[in-house]
């Protein structure tokens, strides 16, 4: 691993207008020192992988509190995938069923953090899925 | 508020308390260095007559029913009747609704209120692109009159009130709840309720927007208009603090906010030609009842307080109904944790109950599986029932603001209020709620990373979260939308627009178009749009081309 810093695209995709915890979460990474990008709300699978693709980074972090995740999360992973960005790391967060939880990680979405979370967990579990490339 | 002499002897006494207690903190340290409420308002020891001495009971507290109704909005509050137990529901078809709500009427809820899925409240139909996945899920999917005749099936709407979480297409929600009532032969002028109709706390902290702001307004002010005429004794909005707080807000910073997005809402009613009294009477709130108890009643009292002076100094207002601040309470969902979710029952009890010592008109009590899911049918009888112990068993209900007096709570309704006019002050000079989303975006979220900070660093203890912590299996029986919800929405589109009189759903929507671009009332072109089974997708997707969407400000 380079000294560079990760980058990390906080997005909210679909239409849920809860971003009080991407926001917690953007500006968590940023204090441990990560270049946190945030993209706002109302943001389509497409976007999101377009915006990962400009922006370069390294993680995208995807945060669905409406109950759309099992639509929206895999999307970005395949759209990631078809723009031969799959080495990107996909995180999610948000109210997200434990049931709903292993067919997302089949997906590709590889960590769900769901309410109780602490942002130490999330920073470290960024720092150490990087380090391992 | 007392005798001074009165006063002088409490105060030496006082004097020699503190000594006792210093000695004491020497000896033995008290639990934390400083206690401060959730808004960073510091807790004395003690309360005593001292500390509230300069208040005026005349001026300050008054009667319940008279101004400046800090001890409430009726003279004898729930002594004559309760407040409204009313929970907020809605999930996948208008036919899963509808069974929830008569399921709710017959376990003695009082009122309904319905939550509408995401693409109704962004004025999508169920089959636009962007409506992918979210069908149904947070709430129930309306796309035309034919699913609100569908939700309110056998649910006589001269009987029930019921209120309605929608805000930009606000007022194409109310036309198909006035179509509704008509086909049941109820009218207008006997119809109850609440729209929220409150956009500016979307684009500070809930995002269901859609118009810019000031097109937006110009609906709120024509549904204003509108009903003062014809639905008399329906809420127009729903003034929110309700979500600024979910978005991490304090409480001062609820209250400010608030009731600056309601003085933007009088002003804009006032210029576009309205006389105060004539809609004012109508405008209720919506609040949080979040986990530190007595600032949570202390809230409640100050925004009463305060909207009062604001209504006759600022504003004017002289009908008595125009000065008083009636609301809705829910419990805080943010404040509900995924871990030991059966203790949720607890805090949302505690909440309720800071709501009703608060003098709240209505109220929802959360499910303990909030956190996890939509509410389980089990999980939100726990909490109607929870509503019901207040109200029928601990008697808290019998007397008016039975804290009122208290030294410690007049203390900080005092301090609320003060704290909150600072704020309502910085966003005046900033030209008002409108022009201050920016800045109040930011406040909000320093409150919501600190107190973020506060439990992680142990300064803010949450049960089961950073302390007691156990690992207990996950609930089971939590409730999933069908995901077929979205087809079946689809289906019933389809067959929609090959059966009704399209010619006729054109001319009406461009009618809509042209009306847009006047300053005539919308409000009985929407009606009749939705009579023509014109859908809620249509009916925004012309106001879209005429005013354009809002674009968000990145703000972090």
Known sequence: ?133 | MFDKDLVEKIKAGKQKYNEKLDKLKSKRPERQPQFVTDSGIEIDTLYTPEEIEYLSYENDLGFPGSFPYTRGVQPNMYRGRYWTMRQYAGFGTAEETNKRFRYLLEQGQTGLSVAFDLPTQIGYDSDHQLAMGEVGKVGVAIDSLLDMETLFDQIPLDKVSTSMTINSPAAILLAMYIAVAEKQGVKADQLKGTIQNDILKEYIARGTYIFPPDHSMRLITDIFEYCAKEVPSWNTISISGYHIREAGSTAVQEVAFTLADGIAYVQAAINAGLDVDAFAPRLSFFFNAHLNFFEEVAKFRAARRLWARVMKERFGAKDPKSLMLRFHTQTAGCTLTAQQPDVNIMRVAFQALSAVLGGTQSLHTNSRDEALALPSESSVLIALRTQQVIGYEIGVADTVDPLGGSYFVEKLTDEIEKRAMDYIKKIDDIGGAPKAIDFMQKEIQKSAYRYQQDIESGKKTVIGVNKFQLDTDKPKDLLKVDPEVGKRQEAKLAKLRSERDNEKVRSVLNQIKQVAQTSENLMPYFIEAVKSYATLGEICGVLREVYGEYQQQIVF
């Open chain 1, 1 to 133: 691993m380079s000294g560079k810093p990760i980058r990390v695209l906080v997005a909210k995709p679909g239409l849920d207008g809860h971003d009080r915890g991407a926001k917690v979460i953007a500006q968590a990474l940023r204090d441990a020192g990560m270049e946190v990008i945030y993209t706002g709300l109302r943001q389509t699978p497409d976007q999101i992988v377009g915006a990962a693709l400009q922006e370069d980074v390294d993680v995208v972090a995807l945060s669905c509190l409406s109950g759309a995740h099992m639509h929206l999360f895999p999307a970005v992973v395949e759209g990631l995938k078809q723009q031969n960005a799959g080495d990107i790391l996909v995180l999610g967060g948000g109210i997200i069923p434990e049931e709903d939880i292993p067919e997302l990680k089949a997906k590709g979405i590889a960590e769900i953090f769901t309410p109780g979370t602490s942002t130490v967990d999330v920073i470290n579990h960024i720092k150490q899925k990087i380090a391992q490339r």
